[in-house]
């Protein structure tokens, strides 16, 4: 549903390492069983919000940089059952609360900062202390990992996994909303809906524009709606030019032809389209 346009931008001393992990990250998605980019949305996501909560500078590039190498552990573990459809074992729930350290340790082999490599050892650290593998509690996580996992689990919830559908955002916005104070930061998960609302907002303007009927209670959702604007649209306040009014040309009586063939008459109209059903939320948690 969001995606900040710009690019990702390092700073010059850590752009070869931010290089490198770019190269690494595709393979981490497909051991998870994501088929669309999820590192680097999970990257994207996590600046705008930190851009909103005032995180610059170093922090922010340790950041983005334990955004894309979050899973770096899953890549070192390389377990099978991250690609079935059922539901982990306690054994194997144990085994994959691994990989954050794993991760943490990879990534200072690959020279990550510091700062980066704890980003990512308490990207699993929850709000209410009942996180892993620290247990880290409240405002003892460091800002970067409360938006890490905000992000995260944004991510993961609204895309397909092997063990469920991607949820629609709207159920997706409950989902996190309701884990605001017990897995997640309150201010981080009131950020993310603030910033989502925002989007929407000036997209219900562009369809205003194009005088289309924003319906809030039908089952089509704005995010919807929009994917039918014209590639090329003008801009909020412009103008858009009206055709020239055609003069029609003069009616002339013709006498009917006996050997004329008969009008064909026009096909009916196609149905309406069938909506889609809406996908039955799965867990907040992501794997």
Known sequence: MFTPEPPLKFPPADQAIADRLMKIVPEIDRLEGYAQPHAMAVARLAESLAHQLDLRGHDLTALLLAALAHD???????????????????????????????????????????????????????????????????????????????????????????????????????MIAEQAGVELDPLVVQTLLDLFATERAREEEL?????????????????????????????????????????????????????????VEAPDSPGEVATEETQTPGEAQPR
């Open 207 to 263: 369809l205003v524009a194009h005088d289309l009927e924003v319906d809030t209670e039908g089952e089509e959702s704005v995010y919807e709606m929009i994917s039918d604007l014209p590639a090329e649209s003008p801009t909020l306040g412009e103008v858009t030019p009206q055709p020239e009014p055609v003069v029609p040309e003069p009616v002339i009586p013709i006498t009917e032809d006996p050997t004329d063939e008969p009008a």
């Open 72 to 174: 770096l552990g899953e890549r070192t573990m390389k377990r099978n059952y991250l690609l079935r459809e059922d539901a982990l074992s306690w054994e194997e729930t144990l085994d994959l609360w691994r990989h954050p350290i794993l991760g943490e340790q990879q990534s200072a082999e690959l020279n990550l900062p510091r700062q980066a490599q704890l980003l990512i050892r308490w990207h699993h650290e929850a709000w209410n202390g009942e996180g892993y593998p620290d247990a880290l509690a409240g405002e003892a996580i460091p800002l970067g990992a409360r938006i890490l996992r905000v992000a995260d689990t944004w991510c993961a919830l609204t895309s397909d996994r092997p063990y469920r559908a991607a949820l629609d955002p709207v159920d997706a916005e409950e």
